[in-house]
């Protein structure tokens, strides 16, 4: 049995070798570090002491982490959720253009993630500061009589995530509903089914992979982002990724950080695993 | 009830400046098997999906079943759709996409399941409830797509070349099925094809239609036997054209002058004259050694085909087309090489106007 496994093995790795040569060097190497470190101890001015412990796990029970991460969970959520109300109609609404139309469309939507992150979180934050144009606007028509603060909000952060995972989140759904055949919804009206059965009942669960995908490409990077939270959020509240940032930089303790990297890779792991286990392969060429 | 089923009244349709359906007359009877055929882009297709609702006509009046539609979304209208590429929904089993009709209308569960049963009896693929459509064969998707969509009891049943994407053999036994179940139900089918054969063994009338307009609308053997232009006299079986004046006319006898030679035949309300064309069926064409008044039209014998039942004999116009007859037996009278005069016995052939006229003839009928 075993040698018969060893054997199927072989040539894949052979095939794949260039690859996967350079996965391991990359990807798996430096995964495995970060494994490994989260499980050795924290030097006195920082840097790490090859001496197994589980301190840094202890530490991840402490109700403080605890909160960060259901923090950091409720964030993602909102994010994602956000980004499939907003996105799934836009994506509709595409899909539904000549190709010609819904490829310029797409370009517009990837404009504003072609520029550099940085300029576009400033940008931001000179649009909502205490006298930006924001705040102008809504006091010149009257909405308020003094400035709001939108810095440094929990507001602005959702606002800076869901701008920048927007994208992400319409492309696979683009994909899914592009590829849905008119056929099957004229079939559904045809057997007596209004629009909004047809949706239910056909254009939802065919569209299903491309909304997994989204959820995907949305709610991991959303979970671990620390620019956007640490330059809209000014610090103010923390996420998991400013944690994972501040262990590794400031604070400098290395294996807690390693440890909550680790957490975050489970997370991943498991939702991609649901992902796959719900979805065939061959639909998952959108991720 | 002799009103009929399905009505289609000055129906204009233009894709843009694509004029695809030009005033279409067309009375669907109850219970009839009727077909739209011609070749491909003549606007069978667009017909069909204006009865259905999915495009609207720019003009004209459509009624079902003494209803006015044309207002109606698809899924208001009590007609219901086999498309060609099937379109099984693939996230659902065979019983969920048969089911689905009556499960939107909310059907209590144990008649839904009752009739899915039925239904598949029907289109014989009792077993297969559980399978998704991407584990059945193209027959057996063609079958349920039948099934699916006969469980609303619709009194017409639109197919658009259902049969389309089935090889040869397949396609002649879910011809004889699909008749079958047609008289079975007593449902009004209207069939899209432009494979003629189909066309000549199931239908009751057929509509042969080219550029938007019905030419013909007859039964198959009228169709077959009278073409009434020469479009259809080609598009329908074999058939050998001679193009022509009619040079005298006494009574019904027309003596035609072609490029070739003359040629003799009979019909009604030509004039001398007139631009003319004679159909003969190759079965019907025969030929003689010596040339006569009335037949003197010069072949040559280039070859005898075998086609199993049947030989067929063609023969070489001067001007180098081509006229083929078939007989049972090899004719002893004639071998390769001779110089024979075409010829045809008196309602052998078809008399057919000049192409415009019969065209605005089409126009005119009802
Ligand atoms: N959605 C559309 N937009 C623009 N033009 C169309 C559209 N659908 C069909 N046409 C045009 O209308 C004409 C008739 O098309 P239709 O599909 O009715 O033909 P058909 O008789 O069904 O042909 P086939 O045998 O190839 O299916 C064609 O010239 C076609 O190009
Ligand atoms: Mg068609």
Not at chain 1, 26 to 55: A, C, D, Q
Not at chain 2, 3 to 26: R, S
Not at chain 2, 329 to 353: F, M, Q, W
Request: aromatic share 10%; glycine share 6%; charged share 20%.
């Amino acid at each position: 049995m075993k040698s018969k496994k060893k054997k199927s093995r072989l040539p894949f790795l052979a095939q794949a070798g260039p690859v996967s040569a350079w996965m391991i060097l990359f990807v798996t190497i430096p995964m495995l570090f970060i494994i490994f470190i989260s499980f050795m101890s924290r030097g006195t001015f920082g840097g790490i002491i090859y001496e197994p412990s589980i301190k840094p796990y202890e530490t991840l029970m402490d109700p403080v982490y605890f909160k960060v991460i259901l923090k950091s969970f409720e964030v993602a959520i909102i994010t994602t959720v956000s980004c499939l109300i907003l996105g799934y109609p836009f994506a509709y609404y595409i899909a539904k253009k000549p190709p010609e139309t819904a490829s310029r469309l797409i370009m517009l939507l990837m404009i504003p993630f072609w520029t550099n992150s940085l300029m576009r979180l400033n940008a931001w934050m000179l649009l909502f500061q205490t006298n930006g144009p924001v705040n102008n606007l809504l006091i010149s028509l009257n909405l308020i009589s003094e400035p709001v603060t939108f810095i440094y909000t929990d507001g602005l952060v959702l606002l800076g995530l869901i701008t920048n995972f927007l994208p992400f989140a319409v492309l696979p759904m683009y994909a899914s509903i592009e590829k849905l055949q008119k056929s099957l919804l004229e079939a559904s009206a045809d057997l007596g089914a209004k629009p909004s059965v047809t949706f239910r009942k056909v254009t939802l669960p065919l569209t299903f992979p491309g909304i997994f995908s989204a959820v995907i490409l949305t709610f991991i990077p959303a979970l671990g982002t620390y620019t956007i939270t640490d330059m809209l959020g000014g610090g103010k509240v923390l996420y998991i990724g400013n944690i994972i940032k501040n262990q590794f930089g400031a604070t400098r303790n290395w294996p807690l950080g390693a440890a909550l990297a680790v957490l975050l890779l489970l997370i991943t792991a498991l939702l991609i695993f649901i992902y796959t286990r719900f979805s065939k392969l061959d639909d998952m060429e959108v991720l | 009830m002799s009103d009929p089923i399905v009505l289609l009244k000055n129906v204009e349709k233009w894709y843009g400046k694509n004029h695809v359906v030009k005033n279409m007359n067309l009375e669907i009877k109850h219970g009839e098997f009727l077909t739209l055929l011609g070749p491909s882009g003549c606007g069978k297709t667009t017909t069909l999906r204006m009865i259905a609702g999915f495009e609207d006509a720019n003009e004209g009046i459509i009624e079902v079943q003494g209803e006015r539609v044309e207002e109606k979304e698809p899924y208001q209208r009590d007609v219901n759709t086999v498309f060609q590429n099937y379109s099984l929904f693939p996230h659902m089993t065979v019983y969920d996409n048969v089911a689905y009709g009556l499960t939107i209308k909310k059907v209590p569960k144990d008649e839904i399941k009752e009739r899915v049963t039925e239904m598949l009896a029907l289109v014989q693929m009792t077993g297969y409830e559980r399978r998704k459509p991407d584990a059945l064969s193209g027959g057996q998707k063609q079958r349920i797509a039948i099934a699916r969509a006969l469980i609303n009891n619709p009194r017409v049943l639109l197919l658009d070349e259902p049969l389309g994407a089935l090889d040869l053999k397949l396609r002649k036994q879910m011809q004889i099925e699909l008749k079958r179940l047609q008289k079975k139900l007593g449902i009004t089918f209207v069939y899209v094809t432009h494979d003629q054969e189909e066309a000549m063994t199931m239908s009751d009338r057929i509509a042969v239609m080219k550029d938007g307009v019905i030419l013909q609308l007859d039964s198959p053997m009228e169709i077959y036997n009278r073409p009434n232009c020469r479009f259809v006299a080609d598009f329908i079986g074999e058939s050998n054209i001679l193009d022509g004046v009619a040079e005298s006319v006494e009574g019904t006898k027309i003596r035609v002058k072609t490029d070739n030679g003359y040629f003799t035949t009979y019909g009604e309300g030509f004039a001398p004259g007139e631009r003319m064309h004679v159909s003969v069926r190759p079965e019907f064409m025969s030929v003689m050694k010596e040339k006569t008044e009335d037949f003197s039209i010069k072949c040559v014998i280039k070859d005898f085909i075998y086609m199993g039942t049947v030989i067929k004999t063609l023969l070489g116009l001067p001007d180098g087309r081509e006229i083929k007859y078939t007989r049972f037996d090899l004719d002893p009278n004639v071998k390769e090489g001779d110089t024979v005069y075409l010829y045809c016995e008196k309602g052998r052939s078809v008399a057919i106007h000049a192409d415009s006229t019969a065209e605005s003839e089409a126009d005119d009928e009802k």
